[in-house]
């Protein structure tokens, strides 16, 4: 069992969240809190594997939460979710060892996708609201990529259509439009001609670059 913590002052926003994990997650528990007490209280009480925290809730901030709480629980993987980050909060953010960066305007297949990315151990950043963690990338390029940027580059240099990526994917052509035209901002390339050339230049797509999912603690459904 997947236990999935929400914490927001937004009661919409809570409500939102809640009913696309469950919607499409298997097998997991998903409460609610609002505050930074009741967020650390919840953390004391029982095991939880996943906490969204807003950055922002009303008159506390949400990183209070982070630290506070990874002290408590020490496995619990956090993901932040807000409409801004500034970069001095991102810093803190990132000594904090944050899992997960989601913009509050993110796709529901971006809710779901960055759960079982976090529970694998890997890291999600929101293109939408990072633009700056890019000073010490030693000249790597492709670093600044999202694993989900990673892997639509991937297919796309199979030389398949955007509706064919959104089916393998699971995402929306709207959000395999979303992830090219950041990709392309990413590595200053001008059009999708570009980009596949780049990929098979630097023969990125076989050198292990893309991340393949490997015993996922979730199962995310896939329709019904």
Do not use: W
Request: hydrophobic share 40%; charged share 25%; net charge neutral.
């Amino acid at each position: 069992m997947l236990n999935i913590l929400i914490v927001d002052d937004h009661p919409l926003a809570r409500k939102g969240i809640i009913s696309i994990l469950k919607d499409n997650i298997d097998n997991c528990c998903i409460s609610e809190e609002t505050c930074v007490k009741g967020a650390l209280g919840a953390l004391r009480l029982g095991t939880v594997h996943v906490m969204f925290v807003d950055l922002n809730l009303g008159g506390e901030f949400g990183l209070d939460i982070v630290r506070e709480g990874g002290c408590i629980s020490p496995g619990t993987k956090f993901i932040l979710i807000t409409t801004y980050i500034s970069k001095e909060d991102y810093k803190k953010a990132e000594e904090l060892n944050v899992s997960g960066y989601l913009s509050k305007s993110a796709a529901p297949e971006d809710i779901v996708y960055i759960v079982d990315l976090v529970t694998r151990g890997k890291k999600y950043i929101d293109s939408d609201l990072i633009s700056f963690d890019n000073s010490d990338r030693s000249g790597d390029t492709t670093a600044q990529l999202t694993d989900r940027e990673r892997e639509v580059l991937t297919e796309l240099a199979k030389g398949i259509s955007n509706e064919e990526i959104s089916k393998r994917l699971f995402i929306s052509i709207n959000t395999v439009k979303k992830h090219l035209s950041s990709i392309m901002s990413k590595l200053n390339l001008q059009n999708r001609m570009q980009l596949i050339l780049y990929v098979n230049k630097y023969g990125l797509a076989d050198t292990g670059l893309m991340y393949c999912a490997q015993a996922p603690c979730i199962r995310v459904k896939r329709g019904n």
